[in-house]
């Protein structure tokens, strides 16, 4: 368990919600993802919620268009993020921003300066979640055209990551001195010129955006193959996993905390957290209502399409109350769908639920219960060391937001194992990071 008690709590935002048929839900608004207006009160719920961050993910491709069944998704768009939360921070004082760029079509000065820039603007309440893009559709948007091996995406992003960061160095914390009287702006001393040359990239700088209040934007990563642990044990301040069972989110918090702290990294400064879907009612009979209400909006087609997206494999000719047969993926995130497959046969699921299972939550785990029973859990997995926190992926918005920020938050309130008031402006404060020093620190 990390050294305060408190559990932190993200709010993954996903168009109008993480469940595949969100936009089906009676109370949602269709449109919503597309609509400032939308994610404006979501995110000024979030943060009434006193919530530490909002969280966007993002690919930049939508689903192969050639498929035929596709017409039943919403995934097919999706504004932005660091543009969305350039225009959330505005209408919000005190929660946090977490923006997914990615490493592979983007130079460090892109990223270094984009992100400098929000967290200038926010008051040091901006993240950047740090991928490296593992899907063929969105290079296919690219001059690139092709995936490269993960060993290569890795072997690029840690480069990229440490001129990101040696950017952000570039301008010491009393480098600025903008007296009139002498006619100072800065002195060139305390600017720091990384003039980068490695294997993938240069970039001489200095970057022209200050230094926030919170140092440099946290960093966050998601990825748990071999390689991804070790780039988060490196770089990351929050790892963001899909874990379901207790016993591998033990496993794997202990593997990146234990990296860490063999490269010398105090293991309390990054922070686990795990996806969950939660269905929270006033009791459990409700919850799970909500649960079948949306599960009932999936249709096979729209289950078949998205497991043959996510996984590259075909299950529509399979008869659909048949177990599961062995099968193995053959695109994508291989080692988030290991952990599907894995869990998908050892609880024996049939076509219809494996495909109900991980296209309503793509494999993320999901809980069901009053308030109380999901604060147990929460505690739990926070006291047993397999999370720092939780990243939530509400089902639908804005109704299964409403049902974290009024029912779950109060109770772990209630057991003092959350915030009643921020006690900081930044989202390393809301987090319990420190901030980074200058590489140029004496
Ligand atoms: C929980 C989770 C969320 C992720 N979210 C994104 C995302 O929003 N955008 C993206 O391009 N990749 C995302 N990824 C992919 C990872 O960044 C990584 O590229 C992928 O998992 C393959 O690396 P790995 O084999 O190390 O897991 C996510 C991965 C995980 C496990």
């Known amino acids: 368990m990390s050294s305060d008690n408190e559990i932190k709590l993200g709010f993954f935002s996903q168009d109008v919600g993480h469940h595949v048929a969100a936009w089906r839900h009676p109370d949602v608004?269709?449109?919503?993802?597309?609509?400032?207006?939308?994610?404006?009160?979501?995110?000024?719920?979030?943060?009434r919620g006193k919530l530490d961050m909002v969280f966007f993910g993002d690919q930049m491709a939508p689903m192969y268009p050639e498929d035929e069944q596709l017409g039943g998704t919403s995934r097919m768009l999706r504004l932005e993020p660091t543009a969305l939360i350039s225009a959330l921070a505005a209408v919000t004082t005190h929660i946090g921003f977490v923006a997914t760029v990615s490493m592979?079509?983007?130079?460090?000065?892109?990223?270094?300066?984009?992100?400098?820039?929000?967290?200038?603007?926010?008051?040091?309440?901006?993240g950047w979640n740090m991928v490296t893009s593992f899907e063929s559709r969105e290079a296919l948007n690219f001059n690139v055209g092709v995936v490269s091996p993960p060993e290569l995406r890795y072997r690029r992003a840690h480069e990229f990551a440490e001129v990101v960061k040696k950017l952000w160095d570039s301008w010491d914390d009393n480098a600025l001195l903008r007296d009139k009287e002498s006619a100072r702006f800065f002195d060139p001393a305390r600017l720091r010129v990384p003039e980068h040359k490695g294997e993938f990239y240069s970039s001489r700088g200095p970057l022209n955006v200050e230094r926030s209040v919170q140092g440099q934007p946290v960093l966050v990563q998601a990825g748990s193959s071999p390689e991804g642990i070790e780039f988060a044990a490196h770089h990351a301040e929050v790892v963001f996993t899909a874990q379901s069972d207790l016993g591998d989110a033990q496993a794997f918090y202990g593997k990146v905390k234990g990296i860490a702290a063999s490269q010398g990294r105090d293991p309390d400064h990054i922070k686990i957290m795990p996806g969950v879907?939660?269905?929270?009612?006033?009791?459990?009979?409700?919850?799970?209502?909500?649960?079948?209400?949306?599960?009932?909006?999936?249709?096979?087609?729209?289950?078949?399409?998205?497991?043959?997206?996510?996984?590259?494999?075909?299950?529509?000719?399979?008869?659909?109350?048949?177990?599961?047969?062995?099968?193995?993926?053959?695109?994508?995130?291989?080692?988030?769908?290991?952990?599907?497959?894995?869990?998908?046969?050892?609880?024996?699921?049939?076509?219809?639920?494996f495909y109900q299972r991980y296209v309503g939550s793509r494999g993320h785990h999901v809980v069901i219960g009053t308030p109380s029973d999901i604060a147990d859990i929460f505690e739990s997995w926070v006291d047993e060391c397999a999370a720092d926190g939780f990243n939530l992926m509400v089902p639908?918005?804005?109704?299964?937001?409403?049902?974290?920020?009024?029912?779950?938050?109060?109770?772990?309130?209630?057991?003092?194992?959350?915030?009643?008031?921020?006690t900081g402006t930044t989202l390393r404060e809301h987090l319990g990071l420190p901030v980074p020093k200058s590489q140029y620190a004496p």
């Not at 300066?113 to 603007?121: G, I």
């Not at 177990?323 to 291989?334: D, H, I, V, Y």
């Open 29 to 47: 608004p269709a449109d919503g993802g597309m609509s400032l207006d939308f994610h404006r009160n979501i995110a000024r719920t979030a943060e």
């Open 104 to 126: 592979a079509y983007f130079e460090p000065f892109h990223i270094a300066r984009k992100f400098a820039t929000l967290d200038r603007m926010n008051g040091g309440r901006t």
């Open 277 to 353: 879907m939660c269905f929270i009612g006033q009791t459990r009979e409700q919850a799970h209502e909500k649960y079948a209400r949306l599960q009932a909006l999936i249709t096979p087609q729209v289950g078949w399409m998205v497991v043959k997206q996510h996984l590259g494999v075909d299950i529509s000719a399979l008869p659909l109350d048949e177990p599961l047969p062995n099968f193995t993926a053959s695109t994508g995130q291989l080692s988030r769908q290991q952990l599907l497959i894995d869990a998908a046969r050892r609880d024996r699921l049939t076509v219809r639920q």
């Open 396 to 422: 639908w918005s804005p109704g299964g937001l409403d049902d974290v920020v009024d029912l779950l938050v109060p109770e772990l309130q209630r057991r003092q194992r959350f915030r009643r008031e921020y």
